[in-house]
C-alpha cells in the first residue's frame, strides 16, 4: 500500500503522519519507512516536507517489558527500521535486545537518520493511561492509580526526556501539557489554551510554519 501511495500519487507538499496511544508507536515506526521511500526515490524536502506526531505515547515501560514483549510481537522480523541504528547499537539490536534503549532515543536516531523529516511527541504531564499500563506493568495485573502514581510516571519521564534535550537535534519536538488527559489533540480542553492560543495552532505552527513563512 506505501509503495502504491508513493508511485502513484503526487508527491504532496507537506505529509503528516500522527497516532494516539499506542498510535503513537506507529506513527514514529511508520514515518521510519515513509520516509526512507521518498529518499529512496529521490523525493527531496523541496519538493515534500514529512512531519510526525506520537501523541500520548512516550515510551515509559519497564525493562521486563521491552526483553519479553517485543520478541513475542516478532518486532524485530523485518518491521524495525534498523537503517536508523548507530553503530555503537548495532550489535545490541541485531541480537533483538532493546533494553535500555529509550523510546526518546529512537526518536533521536530517526531524527538524525532522516533530518528533512520534523519527528515530535506531544503528552499531558500525568496521562491517566499511561501511568495505569506502567503501573500494570510493574505489578504484573491490572492495577488502579493514584496521584502518587501519576508523579512517579511523570518523574520516570523528565528523567528520560530531560536527559535527552542535551543531544536533541533540532528536527525533534517535545510538547507537555497540563493535567491527566490521555491523547491531546482531539479533546476540547486543550482548545481553549491558557496561554491565549489554541493548542492546534500550536502544534500547526510547531509542524508547519517553516512551510508557510
Not at 496511544?21 to 527531496?44: C, F, P, V
Not at 525493562?63 to 518486532?75: A, C, I, P
Not at 511523570?154 to 507537555?176: C, G, Q
Request: aromatic share 16%; charged share 15%; hydrophobic share 35%.
Amino acid at each position: 500500500a506505501l509503495n502504491y501511495v508513493i508511485t502513484q500519487i503526487p508527491p504532496p507538499p507537506r505529509l503528516l503522519v500522527t497516532g494516539c496511544s499506542a498510535g503513537a508507536y506507529g506513527s514514529w515506526l511508520w514515518t521510519q519507512w515513509i520516509s526512507k521511500q521518498y529518499q529512496d526515490r529521490g523525493i527531496g524536502n523541496n519538493t515534500t516536507k514529512i512531519f510526525q506526531m506520537g501523541d500520548s505515547g512516550m515510551g515509559i515501560v519497564t525493562d521486563s517489558f521491552l526483553s519479553e514483549s517485543f520478541s513475542t510481537w516478532n518486532f524485530f522480523e523485518g518491521g524495525f527500521p534498523q537503517f536508523i541504528v548507530p553503530p555503537s547499537y548495532e550489535s545490541q539490536v541485531g541480537n533483538k535486545n532493546i533494553t535500555g534503549i529509550t523510546l526518546a532515543m529512537l526518536y533521536e536516531w530517526g531524527a538524525l537518520y532522516f533530518g528533512n523529516t520534523t519527528f515530535g511527541q506531544a503528552s499531558s504531564a500525568y496521562d491517566w493511561n499511561q501511568v495505569f499500563f506502567l503501573k500494570t506493568m510493574i505489578e504484573g495485573e491490572r492495577a488502579d492509580i493514584s496521584s502518587e502514581d501519576k508523579v512517579v510516571w511523570n518523574s520516570k519521564m523528565n528523567a528520560i526526556y530531560d536527559t535527552a534535550k542535551s543531544t536533541r537535534p533540532l528536527n525533534l519536538v517535545h510538547w507537555v501539557a497540563p493535567g491527566d488527559y490521555h491523547c491531546t489533540l482531539g479533546p476540547r480542553h486543550y482548545f481553549a489554551d491558557y496561554t491565549g492560543e489554541p493548542y492546534f495552532k500550536r502544534l500547526y505552527n510547531y509542524f508547519m510554519n517553516d512551510i508557510i513563512s
